[in-house]
């Protein structure tokens, strides 16, 4: 989804999904997002939608992390305990509440 320096592209488009609208803090969060999930987690797909990012492990095909960039951040939706009818949603603005939301990704991640 976003340029080549954050790593998203669509894979049914085949192209790189221009997100130069997207102001600070948003773009550097979802920079920020895909290092530590590539850094942690080994089995992940990425699914670029129209307006949002849904990561999924790969071998559940359920997905952990659905992000939704907004004009001041991004919005988090994270299941809890596996399942996708309890779902946390966190606001993120800054690096500190990426830091503080990746414990319950890492859970997320975990349950599927």
């Known amino acids: 989804m976003l340029n080549s ?3 998203f592209f669509s894979r049914k488009e085949k192209k790189r999904l221009d997100v130069s609208v997207l102001a600070e803090p ?3 969060l979802l920079r920020s997002i895909r290092t530590q999930v590539d850094h942690r987690f080994d089995e992940v797909n990425v699914d670029v939608r ?17 992000i939704l960039p907004t004009h001041d951040g991004l919005l ?12 946390k949603k966190l606001r993120i603005r800054t690096e500190n509440e990426l830091q503080s939301a990746l414990e319950e990704i890492d859970k997320s991640y975990k349950s599927v």
């Not at 129209?50 to 659905?66: G, K, N, P, Y």
């Not at 988090?76 to 779902?87: A, D, F, M, Q, R």
């Open 76 to 87: 988090l939706s994270i299941p809890s305990k596996g399942s996708p009818e309890n779902v």
């Open 50 to 66: 129209e307006h949002r990012i849904v990561f999924a492990r790969i071998t559940s095909l359920r997905w952990f992390l659905d």
């Open 26 to 28: 948003a773009r550097s």
């Open 5 to 7: 320096d954050l790593g």
